[in-house]
């Protein structure tokens, strides 16, 4: 079953303008990533914050915790139209360290 | 460079068949997965092996086989018996990090159609 869950589904901004994405999770974990997606590709690794962190930053990311809500949110800054992509949470589920559960990903289109 | 190489990257089979998906990391990795993602959908986990010649069930094992000969090589199997075969097949692999993060590399995924 899936972990996360991301919200809204589908994000459309302008360029320059910040990109705010979010995922609430079910049980306790040991960390939370981010991956992006481009469409028809591979994920690739964004961010990863750990459950003792709050906040995160990494160039123009931005990743918060709430360990409490159980729900992370992912901030872009300025964004670009090379934005455009797919981005997931996933968490490890506070047990298993190999299994990632992937939540089901915010839709982002950056126009020009 | 290092990295995951998945092949092929699309391919039809009829109703009834086998295919077979492979998938080879040339990064030292020890762990790899496989996950299924439909569209406009997350991603779920297949299969996933820590070691050589061992592998554990992920969430929707069923109608797929594994096999871990190799530290590289991860191939997938998807039978007749999978009802809904037609999906984006993605293969990772990870070396745990020193704080037990479990960061993924992903290959660039396998569009397996069903005629």
């Known amino acids: 079953s899936q972990q996360g869950e991301e919200d809204p589904q589908a994000l459309s901004i302008q360029e320059g303008e910040n990109a705010t994405m979010n995922c609430s999770y079910k049980?306790?974990?040991?960390?939370l990533q981010w991956y992006r997606q481009n469409s028809g590709r591979g994920l690739v690794h964004l961010i990863l914050?750990?459950?003792?962190?709050r906040e995160k930053h990494s160039g123009r990311l931005r990743v918060t915790l709430d360990t409490s809500k159980k729900s992370s949110s992912l901030l872009i800054t300025a964004s670009r139209a090379a934005d455009t992509a797919s981005y997931f949470c996933?968490?490890?589920?506070?047990?298993?360290?190999?299994?990632?559960?992937f939540g089901t990903g915010t839709r982002l289109l950056v126009s020009p | 460079d290092g990295g995951i190489t998945q092949s092929p990257k699309y391919l039809f089979r009829k109703e009834g068949q086998n295919v077979t998906l492979s998938c080879e990391q040339n990064?030292?990795?020890?762990?790899m997965y496989w996950y299924r993602q439909d569209p406009g959908q997350g991603l779920r986990l297949i299969y996933y092996?820590?070691?050589?010649?061992?592998?554990q069930k992920g969430d929707i094992a069923e109608g797929y086989s594994v096999s871990r000969e190799k530290k590289e090589s991860f191939p997938l199997t998807v039978t007749s018996a999978q009802k809904n075969p037609t999906a984006f097949y993605l293969c990772?692999?990870?070396?745990?990090?020193?704080?037990?993060?479990?960061?993924?590399?992903f290959g660039a995924g396998s569009r397996l159609t069903v005629l």
């Open positions: 990772a692999s990870t070396r745990r990090g020193l704080s037990g993060a479990n960061v993924l590399t």
């Open positions: 049980t306790s974990i040991n960390n």
């Open positions: 914050i750990r459950s003792n962190e």
């Open positions: 996933a968490t490890d589920g506070g047990g298993d360290f190999q299994k990632l559960v």
């Open positions: 990064l030292n990795h020890d762990a």
């Open positions: 092996s820590q070691i050589v010649n061992d592998f």
